[in-house]
């Protein structure tokens, strides 16, 4: 799955959960520490596993569930702490998400679920076919995902990749764009 989906996907369940319980769209410090889980377990091991070799697969340690679950609820617990629960679940949706995102995007292509992607170390991934660089890799996969726009099944692909991040954009907009002006007033205190 794609940052953009990620993010979308998270966006979606956090935000459809917080207008069921709490009866209100969600606040725009927890979209901020949603949208930053939801990529979490990409930036810790991709870099890990593309760039330094410590793991055969991008699939590792931020992405096991032995991990993601206790340190989603620490988060929680450190928002019930502060007062800001909401910031803490929305860590947590965006970070569990995250997982459920990689374990189900192999159905989209009409494959099983693969929940060994999120079961290290109990399950470690084979190695990748060819050793690439961190930025070669970068490239290998981008390159992959540019040609896939090209090709002759365009509207599907582009329905596929976009479609629920757009949904999700629309989504955004109707709860009033959290996020925009809790980073609006960060930047205007810093400067």
Known sequence: MWPWG???FGYVLYSLGC??????????????ALLFATQLPDLVDKPLAWGLGWFPQGYAVAHSVLVAIPVGFFVIGLGARFRRIDVGIGFAVGYWSHLAGDVLSPVLRGDAPSFERVLWPLITLPSYDSEYTLLERVNYYLSGFLESLSASEQAGVLLVYFGPFAAAFVLWLVDGAPG???????VRKLI
């Open 6 to 8: 990620h993010a979308a």
């Open 19 to 32: 207008r069921a319980i709490a009866r209100r769209p969600p606040t725009g410090a927890a979209v901020l």
């Open 180 to 186: 925009v002006g809790t980073v609006r007033r960060t």
